[in-house]
T-cell receptor, first 112, second 115 residues
Framework: DAKTTQPPSMDCAEGRAANLPCNHS???????VYWYRQIHSQGPQYIIH???NNETNEMASLIITEDRKSSTLILPHATLRDTAVYYC?????????????FGKGTTLSVSS | DAGVTQSPTHLIKTRGQQVTLRCSPK?????VSWYQQALGQGPQFIFQ???????QRGNFPDRFSGHQFPNYSSELNVNALLLGDSALYLC??????????????FGPGTRLTVT
């Protein structure tokens, strides 16, 4: 699996968009970008994943650069409940249920 | 539909003892993975069970063992507990789910403290 690099921490004002970057310069052609988040003392929660097109769901948007070497998770209107550690993970889509390799992630702090 | 459930929620054990943690996967999921999360770190993969067999294993000693039952539930056993085994133990299940294959769904975890 390709390695990812994320900033250790970010701050965001409530109601503003939170843009969380991730670098994955060694990503290969069949690897997807996954995002999970972990609210304090809870299990990680799946957010979104994508290959090369931008993706959007009810939780967030994922923007992947054309060269696929980096991506940005966007929470359009951050709330206090979005305060969590956000993990960017790269793995192959056909690795059905195989191990997720977590780094240290980005701690997002949303304040009022 | 209940998600992934784990028991117990908290546990305190003494060095040298043995512990068993339990996990019930999300309905319709057939694969269970276990992770260890030390304080301030990301989760670390222990092993994964599918069709009652260990399919994949991370870099953990043989003191860590597991089992999967015919109903897909799973147990994690840790023998000869060390202080360093104190952590949050997470169970994740996976399978086809509403057209989203293979994302892992995590339980709330079991907090193990070894004294």
């Amino acid at each position: 699996d390709a390695k990812t690099t994320q900033p250790p921490s970010m701050d965001c004002a409530e109601g503003r968009a939170a843009n969380l970057p991730c670098n994955h310069s060694t990503i290969s052609g069949n690897e997807y970008v996954y995002w999970y988040r972990q609210i304090h003392s809870q299990g990680p929660q799946y957010i979104i994943h994508g290959l090369k097109n931008n993706e959007t769901n009810e939780m967030a948007s994922l923007i992947i650069t054309e060269d696929r070497k980096s991506s940005t998770l966007i929470l359009p209107h951050a709330t206090l409940r979005d305060t969590a550690v956000y993990y960017c993970i790269v793995r192959g889509y056909n690795q059905a249920g195989t191990a997720l390799i977590f780094g240290k992630g980005t701690t997002l702090s949303v304040s009022s | 539909d209940a998600g992934v459930t784990q028991s117990p929620t908290h546990l305190i054990k003494t060095r040298g003892q043995q512990v068993t943690l339990r996990c019930s996967p999300k309905s319709g999921h057939d694969t269970v993975s276990w992770y260890q999360q030390a304080l301030g770190q990301g989760p670390q993969f222990i092993f994964q069970y599918y069709e009652e067999e260990e399919r994949q294993r991370g870099n953990f000693p043989d003191r860590f063992s597991g089992h999967q039952f015919p109903n897909y539930s799973s147990e994690l056993n840790v023998n000869a507990l060390l202080l360093g085994d104190s952590a949050l133990y997470l169970c994740a299940s996976s399978g086809m789910d509403r057209g989203r294959p293979y994302e892992q769904y995590f339980g709330p975890g079991t907090r193990l403290t070894v004294t």
